[in-house]
């Protein structure tokens, strides 16, 4: 995947510029805001990581003159200010994620690689399906090697969001944003028990498991 | 002279100056107006008594002839008065009268003429002339002789001196009283704002303390006293919070700070194999993340007191908010032994921040939570509910716990306070701190009563809280 990441702390973006580049992506670094909307504008990038607050021309005016352009690539926004408010602000402003700091790198990394344009299904597409297990949007019908699984309406949303982002790492965070949709930071492991009943309905009695826990970032699904 | 200039630069005295200007310009109208119009008719009325006496001495000249007419406009003129009288034959020749200098155009014309004359015989010695002003009718009597009738305008010219003499007298006075006037109440109002100012420097100089002093007036500088005290009540207030929350942070951050330190300081001194530093590494990673974690919700906490932007406020489902929060920790709460129970009425809103009223009933539900130790003799029941009384929104969760000592329900809301049987249990200590923040943002508040066992946490808010 092609970066461009817009961020004025050298030492935070040679870390990440490194972090990145051993996840496998190619990563381009502008350290102020004019420089970054440039390069973000002559370059073809799979994936924008923008600082909010940067010398010469801060992350949002960045991002609404990108999109004013008609640029879509989707982007991050990085942000010491994590209310809610902010996030609100950042996302009106055509960011596609917001990411508070600081941050842990597997929870940028799985943002970044769930937003990358090239590699998700369609927002539209109507069923998805990994392995044999499959997902009707519409009918909301599930079904495991042709069994049909029973789920609840929550369950059903986490299903869905896991399978859309098939192959990539979720994180909780990612979950409880996008599933039940609070920003909020929940203290016990309330997240891993949704999983883990969601588990044993997909997974049990079949020999290849399909939901995996990834260790220290989240959770994904996979063949 | 300092004194004066800063008497002038009041708003009372300016307003004082201008009100006199206008005054003044208004009076002159008025008084220009009275004095035009009173002498029109002054004038009016002369004319009309030179008339009336122009019409008796024709109608005797033609009755009585001329003899008679000589002796009564001589009687006339005899009178003391500002009368003018004459009685000439056709030659120029004066037959009778006071006054015998006229100019040509009245000698040779007929009609009603003014002019300046030389006044004579008016002076007691009778030798002064004076410069007089005068109207005058002349007219042509049948029998040819030539009938001059008027006054002297003194009079008049008298009534407009009055006029103005009492214009500028009243001027006059109004300025001197008005100047007075204004310079006392200017000067009231400064020692009013003087002591405002005083106040002001002396908070300005570090003494939050310090109030304005209200009077027992009870008037508009005393409102401005009470608004500007609530004020500083407020900024007081928030600046001991503010001095609070630093001392907090110092102390319950500076500890796992240390802590993370001696971890790091540890590993490094020590020559352990890779999987030891690495082990060290990970622990440093959770405790950073468990600092962080402390950070913001300190933060939020901050944020919520110090009446975060309302703009955050939108109508807020409080239903759906607790549906979820139960949805959310259902599966947690029956893996812990315990069970979650729901009584919440449809469709509740209020006017709030649905990510803080989110926060503090998860707050709430994981206290209940982490406080209990279900046993199969009592095992544990959380209760989230959610009512509509008149115009307030009841949310709470009970527990059957434990519970909190009744000396203890106040100070477990305080930051960082956390009970000694608790301080085992993972958490900042923050989280009732953050929900009675909450209630507060919310104007609403927060109570913790007796569940008879267990707590019952109430969130007590308006429905309209937006202020």
């Known amino acids: 995947m092609k970066i461009l990441l817009i961020e004025d702390d050298r030492e935070a973006a040679t870390y990440l510029m490194q972090a990145l580049d051993e996840a496998g992506h190619v990563t381009h670094h502008a350290s102020d805001g004019e420089t970054g909307q440039a390069m973000a504008s002559s370059m073809d990038y799979d994936v924008l990581i923008v600082d909010r607050m940067l010398p010469r021309r801060d992350g949002l005016t960045i991002i609404e003159s990108l999109r004013a352009e008609g640029n879509k690539t989707p982007v991050l926004i990085l942000s010491a200010l994590g209310e809610v408010d902010d996030r609100v602000t950042g996302l009106r402003a055509g960011g596609d994620d917001y990411l508070p700091k600081p941050y842990a790198f597997t929870e940028l990394l799985a943002r970044i690689e769930v937003l990358a344009r090239r590699s998700s299904p369609s927002e539209a597409a109507t069923s998805y399906a990994v392995g044999d297990l499959s997902l009707d949007r519409l009918s909301r019908k599930v079904e495991r090697a042709g069994d049909a699984i029973l789920l609840q309406p929550r369950e059903f949303r986490l299903l869905e969001y896991l399978m859309k982002n098939a192959g990539k790492v979720v994180t909780r965070t990612m979950l409880l944003e996008n599933v039940w949709d609070y920003h909020f930071d929940p203290q016990t492991n309330v997240i891993d028990v949704h999983m883990s009943r969601l588990r044993s309905k997909i997974d049990k009695g079949h020999a290849s498991p399909l939901l995996h826990t990834i260790r220290g970032a989240g959770y994904m699904i996979r063949e | 002279m300092n004194r004066f200039a800063r008497l002038w630069r009041t708003s009372t005295v300016r307003l004082t100056a201008i009100f006199i200007v206008l005054f003044v310009i208004f009076s002159v109208l008025l008084l220009t107006f009275i004095a035009y119009e009173s002498s029109i008719q002054i004038q009016q009325q002369q004319t009309a008594a030179i008339d009336r006496e122009v019409n008796i001495l024709k109608r005797l000249d033609v009755t009585q002839g001329d003899r008679a007419t000589a002796l009564a406009v001589q009687r006339l003129a005899a009178l003391p008065g500002p009368g003018i009288y004459y009685l000439g034959n056709d030659s120029g020749l004066q037959i009778a009268g006071n006054v015998s200098d006229f100019p040509d155009f009245v000698m040779n014309d007929q009609g009603l003429f003014s002019f300046n004359y030389q006044r004579a015989g008016f002076d007691e010695d009778g030798t002064n002339s004076t410069q007089g002003f005068a109207v005058v009718r002349s007219v042509l009597l049948d029998s040819g002789l030539r009938l001059i009738v008027g006054r002297d305008v003194v009079e008049r010219r008298g009534f407009t001196n009055i006029v103005l003499q009492g214009f500028v007298l009243a001027v006059a006075g109004i300025l001197v009283f008005s100047l007075i006037a204004g310079a006392i109440t200017a000067r009231r109002v400064l020692k009013r704002i003087d002591v405002i100012n005083a106040t002001s420097a002396k908070i300005m100089s570090g003494n939050l303390s310090e109030r304005i002093p209200v009077t027992k007036r ?45 971890r790091v300081e540890a590993a490094l001194r020590e020559k352990g194999d890779a999987t030891s530093q690495r082990e060290a590494l990970e622990t440093t990673l959770s405790e950073s993340d468990k600092l962080i974690r402390t950070f913001n919700a300190l933060l939020m906490i901050a944020r919520a007191e110090a009446g975060a932007p309302s703009g955050a406020f939108s109508e807020v489902d409080v239903s759906e908010v607790a549906s979820d929060v139960a949805e959310l920790y259902e599966p947690a709460a029956e893996e812990a032994g315990m069970s979650l129970h729901t009584d919440i009425a449809p469709a509740v809103h209020l006017r709030g921040n649905r990510e803080l009223i989110g926060q503090a009933l998860v707050n709430l539900v994981e206290n209940a939570l982490k406080y209990h130790e279900p046993t199969d003799a009592n095992p544990g029941r959380i209760g989230v509910s959610v009512r509509r009384d008149r115009d307030r929104v009841l949310i709470e969760v009970t527990d059957n716990g434990p519970g909190i000592p009744v000396e203890d329900r106040a100070r477990v809301i305080e930051r960082f306070v956390r009970l000694e049987k608790s301080r085992t249990e993972p958490g900042s200590g923050l989280g009732l701190s953050l929900v009675a923040a909450v209630a507060k943002l919310h104007r609403g508040e927060f109570r913790i009563e007796d569940n008879a066992p267990g707590v019952r946490a109430v969130l007590d808010l308006p429905v309209t809280s937006a202020a």
Do not use: W, Y
């Not at chain 2, 500088?221 to 928030?238: C, K, P, V």
């Open chain 2, 218 to 262: 009870n008037d508009e500088f005393d409102a401005l006293a009470e608004s500007l005290n609530a004020m500083l009540d407020r900024i007081e207030g928030l600046m001991q919070g503010l001095k609070e929350v630093t001392d907090n942070v110092a102390h319950d951050l500076k500890t796992p700070l240390t802590r993370l330190r001696t």
